[in-house]
């Protein structure tokens, strides 16, 4: 065969399967959305809301990931006993925030826009939100690991992971993993 | 609300701006960072090697203890007179005649985005700026209604602003400053507000008009508009923070890092 010929069905083929991906992390960025709003038009109250989020998050992010990453390289220092506990709590902390972003009753309009795979095993999603009369760009970065999920959310330029590196890395040089492990329980205790 | 603010814009505007303007630039993560991370990237749960994938984002801020300073007396200043003060605009105030109100403020400030696109180069957008103003001050009555977004040319045209114009021509964030009142900026972004201000017609009224209490009156109907819509902002970034100041310092560097790009 024409190695031309070769190179330029290698091309199609690997052009193909990168799209396939990316659909598949799209498809599941929507199912996690849809459930998240049914979850919101099924809760009647806020507290309830929390309750059947969890789980629904739980199943859609990678909290391993995005708690490693936003300690850094410092992460190595972490007992097993600390890298547990400080995942479960950054998990709660971002639940909870994200549960009291909605008004019960109240739906976002969510626009889906065209995928794009920044790497290998890796697709962002921009999506533009309105709620309450404001618009919002809204990207969400995905990976692959058991089927996909979400690593990040980045808000009008603003990556979720990134701002919280900024805070776990000024108490990590104060005072190594235990300041950031008592600095998230202590926020978590304080969002109640 | 905005007006005893000036002369200190001003003069910040004097100091020299390029000096020592060398902030490091905020690392994003890109796709070499991934890789280089030694992710294969089919596994989330790789064994610790995309520790580096985000860098901490960095701006100077040698004048941190003041900023921190200013920061708590605007925090508290948020919570005690300009929350009530916006609760109380919210309630005499029905929302469609907010959004009526809100659209006025934001068609007149035409020249604030016209002028930096056309400093930008971006002749492109500020003939959709341009058009969108036609558009929205003769079918949307003098900008009360927005019928531009019904037409997806003019629906989502990424807004510049002088600070956003100084970004474009390499100038850095300086250093990080927290301003009474208005909040979070750097040196970089603050002579970027006192361009701003003087681009925005609502402020021309005090100049010209001096002396009237309306002329008080039509900037600070825009300021409580403004507060009322970041104090939104606000509030979600830092509620569940470790550390507010670096929380709400981490997401200005990196959204006005955003701005810069559109």
């Known amino acids: 065969m024409n190695p031309r010929l070769l190179f330029l069905a290698a091309l199609i083929l690997l052009h193909g399967s990168a799209s396939a991906s990316t659909a598949e992390a799209e498809k599941r960025l929507q199912t996690a959305v849809n459930e998240v709003l049914a979850a919101a038009d099924a809760a009647p109250s806020r507290g309830v809301l929390l309750e059947y989020l969890n789980p629904?998050?739980?199943?859609?992010?990678?909290?391993?990931?995005?708690?490693?990453?936003?300690?850094?390289?410092?992460?190595?220092?972490?007992?097993?006993?600390?890298?547990?506990?400080?995942?479960?709590?950054?998990a709660t902390l971002i639940i909870r925030?994200?549960?009291?972003?909605?008004?019960?009753?109240?739906?976002?309009?969510?626009?889906?826009?065209?995928?794009?795979?920044p790497a290998p095993?890796?697709?962002?999603?921009?999506?533009?939100?309105?709620?309450?009369?404001?618009?919002?760009?809204?990207?969400?970065?995905?990976?692959?690991?058991?089927?996909?999920?979400?690593?990040d959310v980045v808000i009008e330029g603003v990556s979720l992971v990134a701002n919280y590196r900024a805070q776990f890395d000024e108490q990590f040089k104060k005072g190594g993993a235990g300041a950031v492990v008592g600095a998230l329980s202590q926020s978590v205790d304080h969002q109640k | 609300?905005?007006?005893?603010?000036?002369?200190?814009?001003?003069?910040?505007?004097?100091?020299?701006?390029?000096?020592?303007?060398?902030?490091?630039?905020?690392?994003?993560?890109?796709?070499?960072?991934?890789?280089?991370?030694?992710?294969?990237?089919k596994s989330v749960k790789a064994a610790e090697g995309d520790l580096n994938e985000y860098r901490a984002v960095s701006v100077a801020d040698p004048l941190e203890p003041i900023n921190r300073a200013t920061f708590w007396i605007n925090d508290g200043l948020y919570t005690v007179v300009l929350r009530p003060l916006t609760k109380g605009y919210e309630f005499v105030i029905p929302k469609p005649v907010r959004t009526g109100i809100h659209n006025v403020f934001e068609n007149v400030r035409f020249p604030v985005r016209f002028v930096n696109d056309t400093l930008q180069g971006n002749f492109k957008r500020a003939g959709y700026e341009t058009g969108k103003f036609f558009v929205n001050t003769i079918a949307g009555v003098g900008g009360i209604g927005r019928p531009s977004d019904h037409i997806p040319?003019?629906?989502?045209?990424?807004?510049?602003?002088?600070?956003?114009?100084?970004?474009?021509?390499?100038?850095?964030h300086g250093i990080y400053i927290v301003l009474p009142v208005l909040g979070?900026?750097?040196?970089?972004?603050?002579?970027?507000?006192?361009?701003?201000?003087?681009?925005?017609?609502?402020?021309?009224v005090s100049f010209v008009y001096g002396g009237y209490a309306w002329t008080i009156a039509i900037p600070s109907t825009n300021s409580l508009r403004v507060t009322h819509e970041q104090l939104?902002?606000?509030?979600?970034?830092?509620?569940?923070?470790?550390?507010?100041y670096l929380a709400i310092r981490s997401a200005y560097i990196q959204h006005r890092q955003e701005v810069a790009k559109k």
């Open chain 2, 153 to 172: 040319a003019l629906a989502d045209v990424p807004e510049g602003d002088t600070g956003q114009t100084f970004a474009k021509w390499g100038i850095g």
């Open chain 1, 97 to 117: 925030t994200y549960s009291s972003k909605f008004t019960p009753g109240e739906h976002p309009v969510i626009k889906f826009n065209p995928a794009s795979a």
């Open chain 1, 56 to 90: 629904i998050l739980q199943r859609h992010m990678s909290f391993d990931a995005m708690t490693r990453r936003a300690v850094g390289p410092g992460w190595r220092q972490f007992t097993d006993d600390q890298k547990k506990k400080s995942t479960q709590l950054f």
């Open chain 2, 232 to 244: 939104g902002v606000y509030d979600s970034a830092s509620k569940s923070s470790l550390d507010k």
């Open chain 2, 1 to 41: 609300m905005k007006l005893p603010i000036l002369p200190l814009l001003l003069a910040a505007a004097t100091i020299p701006l390029l000096t020592s303007c060398n902030a490091p630039a905020p690392k994003q993560p890109t796709q070499s960072a991934a890789v280089r991370g030694g992710s294969d990237g």
């Open chain 1, 121 to 151: 095993g890796r697709v962002e999603v921009p999506t533009t939100l309105q709620y309450q009369g404001s618009h919002y760009s809204v990207t969400y970065r995905l990976e692959e690991a058991e089927g996909w999920r979400v690593t």
């Open chain 2, 184 to 204: 979070p900026s750097s040196l970089r972004d603050t002579v970027g507000i006192a361009g701003d201000y003087v681009l925005n017609p609502v402020n021309w």
